[in-house]
């Protein structure tokens, strides 16, 4: 079932205001059936000691781009697995950038690929992320607040 654009719009609105992810500064920036964006600006805080970017500030990204895109055919999702690859180290990073698609969206298990780049489009990490539909609609009575 394709969902209206108000749904989208809510359920961004409804992600961004979410716990982890708002201390994070995550915004989502794009929602349709089976696919999500999102991002993170960089602060200082997120960098390690090898000056670059904390691995689980981009696992972190990767795993709710990934849920959030499988909370687009509209059931809240718990995340069952990930297969997440660091690629490149994130140096001189302003920004993260973290696209999910859809490869199954099954009723038991929903698979998708996930890849974060960071500002200049420069792939720093990419994973398989799995995800069980937990039967459970989403409300958006939080997000309307």
Do not use: W
């Amino acid at each position: 079932m394709i969902r209206d654009e108000k749904f989208y719009e809510n359920l961004k609105r409804l992600r961004d205001s979410e716990g982890f992810g708002a201390l994070l500064g995550m915004r989502h920036t794009h929602l349709s059936e089976g696919y999500a964006e999102a991002e993170i600006p960089i602060r200082p805080e997120f960098i390690n000691l090898q000056g670059t970017v904390h691995g689980g500030v981009l696992l972190t990204l990767a795993d709710v781009t990934g849920g959030t895109a499988a909370c687009s055919f509209g059931s809240l999702v718990g995340t069952v697995d990930n297969n997440y690859h660091f690629l490149r180290a994130g140096r001189d990073v302003t920004k993260i950038i973290a696209k999910a698609r859809a490869i199954k969206a099954g009723r038991k298990i929903m698979v998708f690929d996930v890849t974060v780049e960071d500002q200049n489009g420069k792939l720093l990490g990419e994973g398989l992320f799995s995800y069980m539909p937990l039967g459970i609609d989403i409300s958006f009575e939080k997000a309307s607040q």
